[in-house]
């Protein structure tokens, strides 16, 4: 990935985060939907990180796993927290360890790219 590309994903997955943080439980349609676009994009980032092919379908955590299994598992296990008990705190604590990729990125980020 370039710089741009890291860049860029750490602000989408600082967004998609603090969007997860920021839903109510009672809102499960939304938790569930914003808590896949953390998943999807955390693996892309850890993956990436690793050098390691990504995937999607049944491939994401397969190949999530294969990159990191320590991370990987707390990505996933984080995500099914959230699906089984619309409990997003243990999927959040995993993406924060994500420190590894430059950790969360809000002010000063520019999408010069899409201007």
């Given at each position: ?24 439980a009672a ?8 808590a ?7 693996a892309e ?7 390691a092919?990504?995937?999607?379908g ?5 190949r ?7 991370l ?6 984080g ?37």
């Amino acid at each position: 990935m370039t710089a741009d590309q890291w860049r860029h994903g750490r602000y989408v997955l600082t967004c998609y985060l603090d969007d997860l943080m920021d839903t109510p439980a009672a809102s499960r349609h939304e938790q569930l939907v914003i808590a896949d676009q953390v998943l999807r994009q955390a693996a892309e980032l850890t993956t990436a990180h690793h050098g390691a092919w990504t995937g999607i379908g049944k491939w994401l955590p397969r190949r999530l796993l294969e990159a990191d299994p320590e991370l990987g598992k707390a990505l996933l296990d984080g995500y099914q927290n959230v699906a089984e008990q619309a409990d997003a705190a243990p999927l959040a604590a995993a993406v924060k360890r994500l420190d590894l990729i430059g950790g969360p990125l809000r002010e000063g980020y520019s999408n010069s790219w899409q201007a």
